[in-house]
């Protein structure tokens, strides 16, 4: 059943304010360490972030929605508007990449409020505040708040499009007007997937299930309520499809996904099956399909072929690697799935702070936590930090979803939400075996308020037990 979500928003707002000083003490750590990462975006280590702000830049500056530093201006196809545009009027009209930073840091304070709010609504204040903290503590999308990257605003889109998606089923529990609520969470998924596009296929889901509550009556209205978030999400895409098919001839929303899909989690097949590394699977499928390399598909205007052509055969390409060895998919799919969930991103913030992260056994990794050499010290720190945040998120999130489908199978709002933490644990599939840290944000609101509720029950029935004991 769902609870009240309160007459206090005092937890909601701790773990913003939490959130916000987590990441400001990295920008601070920054602006101390290395200033010049602050002041030039073209010292940023991933060559995504570079492009994302160029674009911006040639696009506020000159009108051209273009990556490339001189003309010819192609007009880009790989990557959707939205981050680029904030990007660059934040870095145009700023001070280097400090006004940047600034709004991504409040961006995902205000994630980790609405984090909290989900899970009041969906758990009460106790799971609420649990949820907020555990997102607040994720390092990992701490350091991605100090880079030009567009997974910060797409969690933010992403994770209120939900909250207004709960609030919807919410309301319709009550009998209460909710179509508003759907339309929103449309709008606000529609903008996620301009930002980012690993929600393009939320939508459906969304339909999908909603149509499921309709045919077994749980929800009345459950089909239309759907199909306006599916409807209004893809109606804000369908200018930037038009736009792409008018350009390239392509009907879709990028061609990010065709590259993903082929030189990642196709190539994951070649590692295991030739024993190779990711550069050499991407050069052997471009060389066995006679395909356009990875560097030409991501800079389209260096192939041979048109953007149609390549997308077409790439994608044809991915599809018979994938069906020829099913197994070995599968299992690559696993792996990656395993790495993103334990990885750590110490060594992209000892790049971001100037330095060098050294892994090493654990005896070396503890003397490096006792280091006089502070920055040294904290990022050994950090090391063990992440390690047991992810041991702990993984463990209550298995437990939580045991909870969920145990205690609480009939409460659609806690179903919604393992919907909405499967949809993003399978879209970090299609990175393949060789996922980071960094792809396993987009499930972490999720993920945290799935936690959450499991460790507020096992705290719940500890102090039960305790009041017990007391009156023995």
């Keep these: 059943m769902w609870t009240s979500a309160g007459k206090r928003l005092g937890p909601s707002w701790v773990a913003a304010g939490l959130a916000a000083l987590f990441a400001s003490v990295l920008l601070v750590c920054i602006a101390w360490t290395r200033p010049e990462y602050l002041n030039d975006y073209r010292l940023q280590d ?34 959707t508007p939205v981050y680029p545009l904030l990007a660059g009027m934040a870095v145009r009209f700023g001070i280097g990449l400090w006004v ?6 409040l961006m995902n304070a205000a994630t980790a409020f609405v984090v909290s709010r989900i899970a009041a609504l969906s758990f009460g204040a106790r799971v609420g505040f649990i949820a907020g903290v555990l997102y607040a503590c994720d390092l990992t999308i701490a350091t991605l708040t100090v880079e030009a990257m567009s997974e910060v605003v797409y969690l933010f889109l992403c994770t209120l499009a939900l909250l207004c998606w709960i609030t919807s089923l919410q309301r319709r529990g009550r009998g ?52 306006a978030v599916a409807f209004t999400a893809y109606l804000v895409l369908a200018p930037w499809v038009l736009r792409n098919r008018a350009l390239y001839g392509v009907t879709k929303l990028t061609t990010a996904d065709t590259i993903n899909l082929v030189y990642f989690a196709a190539a994951g097949v070649y590692e295991l099956k030739y024993h190779l590394d990711l550069p050499a699977a991407q050069a052997r499928i ?13 800079n389209f205007w260096l192939s041979k072929e048109s953007v149609a052509t390549m997308d077409a055969r790439q994608r044809l390409a991915a599809d018979a690697i994938i069906r020829s060895e099913p197994r070995l998919f599968a299992l690559a799919t696993i792996r990656g799935l395993v790495k993103s969930t334990f990885s750590h991103n110490v060594d992209e913030l000892a790049r971001i702070t100037g330095r060098e992260w050294r892994p090493g056994h654990g005896r070396e990794l503890l003397s490096m936590s006792g280091s006089k050499d502070a920055l040294e010290g904290a ?60 792809h396993r944000a987009p499930a972490m609101p999720a993920a945290c308020i799935v936690s959450a509720a499991a460790l507020a029950f096992v705290i719940g029935r500890g102090r039960s037990r305790g009041r017990l004991n007391a009156t023995r």
């Excluded at 940047?100 to 840091?105: G, R």
């Excluded at 471009?286 to 991501?298: C, H, K, R």
Aim: proline share 4%.
């Design 176 to 227: 209460a007007p909710s179509l508003t609520y759907s339309v929103l969470a449309g709008l606000l998924l529609g903008a996620a997937i301009l930002a980012r596009p690993a929600g393009l296929y939320l939508p459906l889901a969304v339909f999908g299930f909603e149509s499921i509550l309709w045919l077994t009556k749980h929800r009345q209205r459950g089909l239309s309520q759907g199909f």
């Design 100 to 105: 940047l930073f600034a709004l991504q840091i």
């Design 379 to 438: 990022l050994a720190i950090a090391f063990f930090f992440e390690l047991a945040f992810a041991l702990t998120v993984v463990v209550c999130c298995a437990a939580g979803i045991a909870f969920i489908l145990v205690k609480s199978w009939r409460d659609v709002g806690a179903i919604a939400l393992l919907l909405w933490l499967a949809y993003h644990v399978m879209v970090t599939s299609v990175v393949g075996m060789d996922a980071y840290a960094r």
């Design 46 to 79: 991933n060559p995504d972030a570079q492009h994302y702000v160029q674009l911006g830049l040639n696009l506020v500056s000159m009108g051209e929605y273009s990556r490339q530093t001189a003309g010819p201006y192609h007009p880009d196809v790989l990557r």
């Design 286 to 298: 471009a060389q066995d399909y006679s395909l356009t390399p990875i560097n030409a598909s991501n």
